[in-house]
């Protein structure tokens, strides 16, 4: 588990969990309380300097949930960046945008468990 965060990211995590995207909470409702492969799954939780969407550390998987801002040119090299950074940290971070989740969420839970199953 990582421990190592930002402590300023933990006020700004507990917010991100009040407001969550109609996406998030929809993946949210169906990968809680262990409804993946018995695999826990933790909400806006702090890594390092960012916070990730969802998280599991049995999985050592990130899971990120991406809204039409994460399509320009300049939002694109930040994610590389971030997911090169979360990547030598030894984990894997799978990107599903708003649309995948809300009109194919049967194949993201699919694929969900499909890397889940593969890591643990």
């Not at 995207?21 to 409702?29: G, I, N, R, S, V």
């Not at 990968?31 to 695999?39: D, E, L």
């Not at 995948?100 to 199953?117: K, M, P, Y």
Request: overall charge positive.
């Amino acid at each position: 588990m990582i421990k190592d965060y930002q402590p300023y990211l933990k006020r700004y995590s507990r917010k991100l969990r009040t407001d969550m995207t109609d996406a998030e909470q929809l993946l949210w409702k169906n990968i809680r309380r262990k409804q993946i492969r018995n695999v826990q799954f933790n909400r806006q939780k702090p890594v390092r300097d960012f916070i990730v969407d969802f998280y599991s550390s049995k999985a050592k998987l990130v899971i990120e949930i991406d809204g039409g801002q994460h399509f320009d040119r300049k939002n694109i090299q930040e994610d590389n960046l971030r997911d090169k950074k979360l990547s030598e940290l030894g984990f894997l971070v799978l990107r599903f945008d708003n649309f995948q989740v809300l009109n194919e969420l049967e194949d993201v839970l699919n694929e969900i468990d499909r890397v889940v199953a593969e890591r643990v």
